[in-house]
């Protein structure tokens, strides 16, 4: 590529990254919206995450588009490439926890129609660590740092004993009042929305890894060097 | 391209489609023997997919790998780029149906642990049907049939009035006798993995028809013609 192109594809790059952020600043927004709404039982708050998914469809769709053109117009290699197929995958990613966020809010929806089970506070910490995974695998991406994403892979097991935890506690609820079977039920769904959006996190911070070192750390495979 | 660069080329996306196709029959089967394992209450059976996700870890390594192979050496433009960028997504749909495959068993040796709650007749449909979607979300991809890729997107509905019944089914027996609740939430958790791998189907009949016409079915988006 002549410098100018470079320089151009560059700048292309950056406006990619940034456009990334801001779907996963929104994304990330509307999991603490709908997890705020469920436990302040605030039905306002709940009906705005439900309609507020439209900038991250429409995100969604510009972010694919501009992946497109850069490979189209620029042939990018190696690390260049890689970033580029690591943004459509994460682009896929973020657009799911946009989805998830819309789940989480109408279990919060349902589970505001009956009496507390109890009062929440393990699945705030999840949501705040599943927030904490999602932004530092984005600012991984940003920053092509792969300890910062290697540190995102090691809080999921954290997310997933809370997980387990939770379903102890309703379950034992559920046994004991058969009235806290429906809402229980709802909090056990919205915690596995919650080890979901973790998941996506760590999908990105995989990625990651690929995009910078051509590792591929997926099924704790053997290192393998790209062509 | 050269005519011998062209043939390589399309030699080398025949193979591609072959790999994922294989990677989609793997993954169907172990839903199939998941399924079959829960309704059978053959924990020998369950055992057999809890330790065969190997080979679909494997293709999904390789698959992703020749995308970026096919795109580093090609430099593929228009339907030919769109058919690896689809590839790439698709391999993360039918590894994640692997992953789905692997949770169902995990729920059915739980399940088997109690007496059965019901005899089981909407779970194993909503996996033939989730089944069916995948396969002909497949088909839809290597023949470019926009058509087919459609009937998909259709099926999802009745996969999810499926699951809806089913929970409600299961929600009375829970309030009415308290043994059942363990056991009849392994099997709420189960229909929305079904659920779920109806949805990996529907992303990939989604990408096949951006793949084919360039024009963006998500988010019930209006026509996007491709640059």
């Known amino acids: 590529m002549s ?30 919206l709908a997890v705020q709404g469920l436990v302040q039982r605030d039905r306002a708050l ?10 991250i469809n429409s995100l969604h769709i510009e972010i ?19 970033s580029i197929v690591a943004a459509v995958k994460i ?33 705030p910490n999840m949501a705040t660590i599943a927030q904490t995974m999602l932004r530092d695998a984005l600012d991984a991406f940003v920053k092509r740092d792969t300890a910062l994403a290697q540190q995102v892979l090691s809080a999921d097991d954290e997310l997933d004993a809370l997980k387990t935890q939770i379903f ?29 959006i973790g998941d996506h996190a760590t999908n990105v911070a995989e990625d990651v890894i690929f995009m910078v070192s051509a590792r591929d750390v997926r099924h704790h495979s053997a290192d393998q060097p790209s062509k």
Chains 1, 2 share one sequence.
């Open 64 to 82: 694919d588009s501009r992946c497109f053109t850069l490979i189209a117009l620029h042939q990018p290699m190696a690390v260049d490439l890689r």
């Open 3 to 32: 410098t100018e192109r470079v320089r151009h594809f560059q700048e292309e790059l950056e406006r990619l990254k940034a456009r990334l952020l801001e779907m996963g600043g929104l994304a990330e927004e509307q999991v603490r």
């Open 91 to 123: 682009n896929t990613d973020l657009e799911r926890v946009g989805d998830l966020a819309i789940n989480i809010a109408e279990a919060a929806l349902r589970y505001a129609n009956h009496p507390p089970v109890k009062r929440l506070i393990d699945i």
């Open 168 to 196: 102890r506690e309703l379950l034992t609820y559920m046994l004991q009042d058969p009235t806290t079977i429906e809402p229980a039920l709802d909090l056990i769904l919205i915690s596995r929305h919650l080890e979901r």
């Open 46 to 55: 709940i009906a705005r995450v439900l309609t507020s998914d439209h900038p």
